[in-house]
């Protein structure tokens, strides 16, 4: 929608200032002077503890709800969103690596090494790219991505796979 109102230039439809949602009427508010956010503390740290709790378990970044929440609940801007949760990520993933690494032994390093060279330099095209486009057609990748993935994850679970059981060969000694 908003894509579809900055095409045929019309302003984008946005709340009239007194009106407010429930995440804005809770105590505890703090400035955010980069995101422009005047927020309680509450849903940030809530929101922060989901996706810590997340990264831990299932072994994301977090930043595939992060992203949407902060852009779709706290109405920050989407470029400001992209380098916070970036940053979050750093010392989410880097106590849960360690955390992992010390209690299971099953970091293979020499593969992580290699994806955090192919990380960092796709990194700097990515940003790069993220300066050129609107903050609208980065929401819309955003959702095209997450999109295919629901679409990969469901073609998933109907199709056959091509080995329903798999048997290898085992001695009868």
């Known amino acids: ?7 045929s230039g019309a302003a984008p439809v946005l709340k009239k ?14 400035r955010f002077r980069a995101s422009k956010l005047f927020v309680s503390v509450i849903p940030v740290l809530g ?13 994301v970044g977090g930043g595939f709800i992060m992203v949407p929440a902060l852009i779709y609940l706290l109405k920050v801007p989407t470029n400001v969103v992209i380098g916070t949760s970036l940053f979050q990520i750093i010392f989410t993933s880097a106590y849960t690596t360690l955390v992992h690494a010390t209690t299971n032994q099953t970091v293979d ?8 060279a192919g990380g960092v330099a796709g990194a700097q095209y990515g940003a790069k790219a993220g300066q050129r486009l ?5 929401r819309a990748l955003l959702a095209l991505l997450v999109l295919a993935v629901a679409i990969r994850l469901a073609i998933d679970l109907f ?6 059981y798999s048997l290898s ?4 000694n």
Do not use: C, D
């Open 1 to 7: 929608n908003a894509l579809r109102a900055t095409r």
């Open 17 to 30: 200032s007194g009106q407010h949602n429930w995440i804005h009427r809770l105590p505890l508010k703090m």
């Open 47 to 59: 929101l922060g503890a989901g996706i810590g709790f997340l990264s831990s378990i299932m072994g």
């Open 109 to 116: 390093v020499v593969l992580a090494f290699l994806l955090m």
């Open 134 to 138: 609107r903050g609208e057609q980065l």
């Open 159 to 164: 199709v056959t796979p091509p080995s329903l």
């Open 169 to 172: 060969a085992a001695s009868l």
